[in-house]
């Protein structure tokens, strides 16, 4: 099987290098990188840490496509040359591997860090939010999010407006905006309410389509934005 | 932790989805068509509308004003429907909803002759 690699390091001109890799049964896009990387070019440069589908450090573009390498199998993705780049809207730093920073801090800007309310502690120390509650199964897909970066990747929205915060950041300011021990949810609502940031979404979806945890921040995205309408009418909460 | 700005990554290098390129559209989803197409329509709308203006009795020009109108339209009312809270993973089958109706809705309003 043919694979076309993105890469690039600073100072050299990027390219597509083709590579021949025998794609063994149940043979994953990651598996292929680091034979390559093993047998026939030490040079190239990936990221990868649990292996199993867990911590998204393996999220690359997979013939067009965000994709966590690692659950990639080869077998699953067309016959002709699989192309590999980095993923789109994240500085590079050499090959596949790109600057997470945007997303941190993305969601600094948005002032997506939990900050203890009044309601943070009960007399055992933090307070529960039972995991049946409404309040925990609103934001149960949401919090599950491993900051992989696939979703600012994939939105259009974040390539046509660098001031748009991104799927990842709102998803975060929705999980916050939800909790009750929380104590900024103003200081976020304002923040949010910025131009270039709820309006921004069209509801395209291409966040929700590759999310590799299921999680939907388009939800999330158009949750905040109907809160944000109902303040502007003075009725609902922050 | 106080909110900083975003450090600036426009002098570093960055790919990004170029719309030029085949691979852009290799993998284009769903929610992006029904945007887009959304958009073409209401330009077209603006142009056909213009001609109708002008000629309101050919019937050509009826065909695409109602065909126009009824695609932008129910394209509309999917977005509406998921901003009042549908959930998102119902948006491709809201997509193919909006296309079947306007399909059926222009066959019936054809057929039936006002004038
Ligand atoms: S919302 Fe999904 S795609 Fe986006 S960073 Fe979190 S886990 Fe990754
Ligand atoms: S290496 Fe952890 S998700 Fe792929």
Request: hydrophobic share 50%.
């Amino acid at each position: 099987m043919v694979l076309k690699v993105f890469r690039w390091s600073p100072g050299s001109r990027e390219r597509l290098q083709k590579y021949w890799v025998k794609a063994l049964q149940g043979m994953t896009v990651l598996d292929a990188l680091v034979e390559l990387q093993r047998n026939s070019d030490a040079t190239l440069a990936f990221r990868y840490a649990c292996r199993v589908g867990m911590c998204g450090s393996c999220a690359m573009v997979v013939n067009g496509r965000e994709r966590w390498a690692c659950r990639t199998l080869l077998s699953n993705l067309d016959r002709g040359p699989v192309t590999v780049r980095p993923l789109y809207q994240f500085p590079l730093i050499r090959d596949l591997v790109v600057d997470m920073a945007p997303i941190k801090n993305k969601m600094l800007e948005m002032k997506a860090v939990f900050v203890p309310g009044r309601r943070a502690m009960d007399g055992d120390g933090f307070a529960l939010i039972g995991s049946r509650t409404r309040e925990r199964r609103a934001i149960d897909a949401a919090i599950e999010c491993i900051g992989c970066g696939m979703c600012v990747s994939a939105c259009t929205m974040v390539s046509h407006d660098p001031r748009f915060p991104g799927p990842a950041a709102l998803n975060r300011v929705f999980t916050l905006q939800r909790d009750s021990r929380d104590g900024a949810h103003a200081d976020r609502s304002q923040a949010v309410l910025a131009e270039d940031v709820l309006t921004r979404c069209h509801g395209q979806a291409n966040c929700t389509a590759v999310c590799p945890m299921e999680i939907s921040p388009t939800d999330s995205i158009l949750a905040l934005r109907r809160r944000a309408v109902l303040r502007l009418f003075g009725i609902g909460p922050r | 932790m106080s909110a900083r700005r975003a450090e600036p990554v426009r002098d570093r290098k960055m790919l990004t989805r170029r719309m030029g390129s085949a691979e852009a559209w290799r993998d284009t989803k769903v929610g992006m068509w029904a945007w887009l197409l959304q958009r073409v329509a209401a330009i077209g709308l603006v142009a056909v509308i213009a001609a109708h203006l002008k000629n309101p009795f050919a019937r050509p020009v009826q065909a695409a004003l109602l065909a126009l109108v009824l695609f932008h339209g129910l394209l509309g009312v999917r977005a509406i429907l998921l901003d009042f809270g549908l959930p998102a993973r119902w948006h491709r089958l809201l997509f193919l909803l909006a296309l079947l109706v306007g399909v059926a809705a222009f066959a019936a309003i054809w057929r039936w002759r006002w004038y």
